[in-house]
């Protein structure tokens, strides 16, 4: 790869689901290299009784509001009788990788070349191996050029940010992002602000943040987007609804909040909705104060069950954005659960995400749309030309 010198890589272009098997990466249209010294929805929903059928008054009112035709055709959700409808985060994510894939196809038959992503990773940190195996799997998938950069912990700041340099002006490179968590050496906000903004499929750095936050168009940040699209595509009405985040991390919480309370009305349109966050130093007694009048419930405090059922309204929608690893008490294995008690909240919400399957899928399927864009140049606001992009 010219551009960056001193990489050593291994590049394979097998049709997509091909292996490598000694590193074990999917690449498909990907590449691996090391260095270093370490190397909508379409619904199915199984009731079938409306709200005017017989039935007593407390099942009508957990009932979600019949849809129209056109939207249930479109969406991807389950809904047992009497229980929310469950938003299948991997089916939504299916379509728009499906129309991702297309854009990608449409984009190259045009003369262009195909998007290239490249992932930089440092250490061993096993859940980061996998979320990057996921990005790389998505990537294959929809035709981008997919290369993970492989690091050692050892690594310094300097040079880190000397690679993220070269990256920045690889002409090769469209999308480039640092898989965070970072080694405790390394400052990882100085890190996000070093990637250049035309590139930053993650969304971090501080001018796509400050953009987002005035309602301008910038490269969201993937997870954030992936619950906005989960609301627009489910038909979760935001304006004019009261809305709770439960956390306020920058990367999460924060932009979620922008992004559904912002104006509809703006180059960038919002959702209208009135917002209020919460954090660790909120009272769980206060929370409850605030979860039980919300429409809508995201919680993406990193804490397991803390949205219980007793903390919601009838008909609430809930997004659960926690992943957490607990041991099963069954059988003694680890498991992940979100921050909402599922079985519990399922029973009052009228509709709930599920950990996982739920917006896990959805921040991959939006970091290849984030790729696309960077692809495309879309981005090119005076910020960013003062940036030297």
Not at 170 to 186: C, K, T, Y
Not at 265 to 292: C, F, M, N, W
Not at 317 to 335: E, F, L, M, S, Y
Request: contains cysteine.
């Amino acid at each position: 790869m010219a551009g960056v010198p001193g990489r050593a890589s291994l590049v394979s272009m097998a049709t997509a689901g091909s292996a490598l098997p000694r590193l074990g990466i999917f690449v498909g249209q990907a590449a691996w290299r090391g260095g270093g010294a370490g190397g909508g929805l379409l619904l199915s929903s199984s009731s079938s009784s409306s709200s005017s059928s017989s039935c007593c008054s407390s099942c009508r009112r957990r009932r979600p509001p019949p849809r129209p035709p056109a939207l249930r055709r479109r969406l991807h959700l389950s809904a047992p009788r009497n229980e929310a409808v469950v938003i299948s985060g991997r089916k939504l994510a299916r379509q728009i990788r499906q129309e991702a894939r297309h854009e990608v196809e449409q984009w190259v038959a045009a003369g262009h070349k195909r998007p290239h992503l490249s992932v930089v990773l440092v250490g061993e940190d096993p859940a980061s191996h996998s979320y990057v195996l996921n990005k790389t799997k998505a990537a294959a998938d929809v035709g981008i050029i997919g290369e993970t950069i492989l690091k050692p912990a050892s690594i310094t700041e300097e040079e880190l940010l000397d690679l993220i340099a070269k990256l920045n002006h690889d002409a090769n490179v469209d999308g480039l992002l640092v898989q965070l968590p970072l080694p405790e050496h390394i400052d990882e906000r100085k890190i996000c602000n070093a990637v250049n903004p035309e590139k930053d499929v993650d969304g971090f750095h501080v001018v796509n943040v400050g953009r987002m936050c005035l309602d301008q168009y910038s490269m969201l940040p993937a997870t954030p987007w992936g619950v906005w699209e989960i609301i627009k595509r489910t038909g979760i009405p935001t304006l004019g609804k009261n809305v709770v985040v439960a956390g306020r991390s920058k990367n999460v919480g924060m932009p979620i909040a922008m992004l559904l309370h912002t104006d509809g009305r703006h180059e960038r349109p919002g959702g209208d909705a009135t917002v209020t966050i919460s954090h660790r130093y909120t009272p769980k007694e206060q929370l409850k104060k605030h979860t039980i009048l919300a429409d809508i419930v995201v919680a993406a405090a990193g804490i397991p069950n803390l949205i219980t059922a007793d903390m919601i309204k009838e008909g609430a929608a809930v997004i659960d954005v926690g992943i957490n690893r607990v041991q099963d008490p069954v059988t003694a294995k680890p498991k992940l659960i979100g921050d909402v008690d599922f079985e519990g909240v399922k029973q009052k919400a009228s509709y709930i995400t599920p950990v996982p399957g739920g917006v896990g899928p959805m921040t991959v399927a939006m970091l290849m749309k984030n790729t696309i864009i960077a692809a495309k140049k879309m981005l090119r606001p005076q910020e960013l030309r003062a940036f030297g992009a």
